[in-house]
């Protein structure tokens, strides 16, 4: 009988699940249908015959505005799709990034007669819990808003999640997923990738969001990695009044980081402010590995002595070793200008196709260099390069995967701020100081040290000289688009040559590793005579390397795949 009971009280309720879902989507489909009316009637006027019509840059900075407010009328999902939106110039053109960025969370703050049963529910009667409690809140977002309350004698921030929001969230991710496959097949082959991932990125930074107890250990996790630095201020988490539902937080109150007047006020550099908050998120990504991925101005403060306030860890970024060591040898070529060394920095990453046109990066990224540094860039150079490539602007091969994509975010509202404080900052200059300031530390080579050991196999035949443009080969024969066909002859030579060149090569990196440690280690001593034992073991390492190779010979045959790529 009970059970009978239970599943005739679950299918009215998953009935209505469904109905909801259902309207739902017809809502969003019938928000959208203008939009979609117009974008197919620009390949066929009349959306099923006809010749293309031209669209002006005034059409789509009308379609970008329109766009905005479909999102804001559909209210908080939407609204945070938008704000990512505006974040990835890899997937909107540029009038469509300019105009989201404009987009707010202009959401109305829920009645406290809603708000007070949850946070009764998940945290106790408020009068009883709470010393003191400002039932007005102080900001407020699509997701959740923000009340000010003493709890133990303490000054606090109690930060409530908006009742019901779970379940419209729910509703519209299952309209995403039902709208993505359509978009995902018409879209150009160079962005189907970026729209699964950005997607994904969307769903599972949208869930975190949600859940304030995830955004409690991030909090607790990030004010741990700058315990020891005094200029930075992180606000704690309490947890005797903190659930998934209710965060609360000790209070730290900061002027927001784009009140120039204010700042300047109190006196304060605004270029070393600047310059303190790039390094700041450079040190989060690069050593930590963990980092608040939503810095727009309502998020981070400063107080009177300059010290840099973060609030709001809901979206937050975490980084695996691997990544965060190409990311600091990125860094190292953006400081060193080596534009090719940051073109395989983004293959390493995954964020580039390794078959792309190196020549046309290269001349992108030039431009992107010139911006960085607060220089001019020339309306023509952009113009040109866009016109080579008119007809495959959206085949663009950046793609960026759901870690990367959040360092993106990152950069792009951060340099928005840092240009708000100081008209002339300079990207690179601060990379580059960064990267000296690390370059020479106790700290680095004992990680160069570590590294050493896993990565021993990559150094020796870094040594042993591979031919120019072999790993685009091997790339190619591991996507099986060559064969290859050795012939071996005085094989003994040859072998024996090999074995010379990787024991020379190995004993040469490895004197000089030692040598570079006892120099830092102060011992200046050994390390004179560690360098003496490397520079001899590098003779023989180059006489090695001068004997002929012995007779390896390899002819590459190449595929049908290869041919069509010469010749496009």
């Excluded at 784009?258 to 605004?270: K, Q, T, Y």
């Amino acid at each position: 009988m009970s059970r009978r009971t239970t599943a005739g009280v679950d299918r009215p309720r998953g009935l209505r699940v469904a109905l909801r879902s259902y309207w739902r989507f017809v809502v969003v489909l019938w928000s959208f249908l203008p939009l979609l009316v117009a974008y197919a009637r620009d390949s066929r006027r009349f959306v099923l015959f006809g010749g293309p019509r031209r669209v002006t840059d005034a059409d789509r900075r009308r379609r970008a505005e329109q766009l905005l407010e479909t999102l804001v009328d559909l209210g908080p999902t939407f609204i945070k799709i938008g704000q990512i939106l505006s974040t990835r110039p890899d997937v909107l053109p540029r009038v469509y990034v300019q105009v989201l960025s404009r987009l707010q969370d202009r959401v109305p703050p829920d009645p406290w007669t809603e708000v007070e049963p949850l946070v009764k529910a998940d945290v106790g009667a408020v009068a009883e819990a709470f010393d003191e409690f400002d039932t007005e809140p102080i900001s407020g977002a699509s997701l959740g808003q923000v009340y000010t309350a003493v709890a133990d004698g303490e000054r606090v921030a109690v930060k409530v999640r908006r009742p019901g929001i779970v379940r419209r969230v729910e509703a519209d991710l299952r309209v995403i997923r039902t709208l993505l496959p359509p978009i995902v097949r018409f879209a150009p082959p160079g962005q189907a990738f970026t729209m699964e991932n950005l997607a994904d990125e969307f769903e599972t930074t949208i869930r975190e969001e949600l859940d304030y107890g995830h955004e409690a250990a991030m909090l607790t996790a990030v004010r741990e990695n700058f315990a020891d630095d005094p200029m930075v201020r992180i606000p704690r988490a309490i947890p005797a009044y903190s659930t998934d539902r209710v965060l609360t937080m000790e209070y730290v109150d900061g002027t927001k980081i784009n009140d120039v007047d204010a700042i300047d006020e109190m006196g304060l550099d605004r270029e070393a402010l600047v310059r303190r908050l790039e390094e700041t998120y450079i040190e989060m990504i690069i050593e930590h590995g963990q980092f608040q991925a939503d810095p727009h101005p309502g998020n981070i403060a400063v107080q009177p002595d300059g010290t840099l306030v973060f609030y709001d860890f809901g979206v937050t970024g975490t980084l695996d070793a691997r990544t965060q060591e190409t990311l600091f040898d990125f860094y190292v070529a953006v400081a060193s200008d080596d534009i090719e060394a940051v073109i395989d920095a983004f293959i390493d990453l995954g964020a580039l196709d390794p078959t792309v046109d190196r020549r046309w990066m290269h001349e992108v990224f030039e431009i992107v260099f010139e911006s960085l540094r607060g220089g001019g860039v020339e309306a023509y150079e952009v113009r040109e390069i866009v016109t080579q490539f008119q007809g495959t602007l959206y085949e663009f091969p950046l793609r960026l995967p759901q870690n990367l994509a959040l360092i993106v975010r990152v950069s792009t509202v951060l340099e928005g701020v840092c240009r708000t404080l100081d008209d002339d900052f300079d990207f690179i200059a601060v990379v580059s100081d960064y990267v000296r300031e690390r370059g020479g530390t106790e700290e680095n080579v004992r990680t160069l040290v570590d590294r050493f050991g896993d990565d021993a196999d990559e150094i020796v035949r870094g040594f042993l000289g591979a031919p120019t443009g072999i790993d685009d080969v091997l790339t190619d024969v591991d996507r099986e688009a060559v064969t290859v066909e050795i012939d071996l002859t005085a094989r003994n030579v040859a072998l024996d040559h090999l074995a010379s060149r990787v024991v020379w090569g190995a004993l040469f990196a490895a004197g000089a590793l030692s040598t570079t440690v006892l120099y830092v280690f102060s011992d200046i001593l050994a390390a004179e005579v560690t360098a003496v034992g490397t520079a001899l073991v590098g003779l023989f390492f180059a006489r090695a390397i001068r004997r002929g190779p012995g007779g390896l010979s390899v002819q590459p045959s190449f595929t049908r795949y290869n041919m069509r790529r010469r010749q496009e």
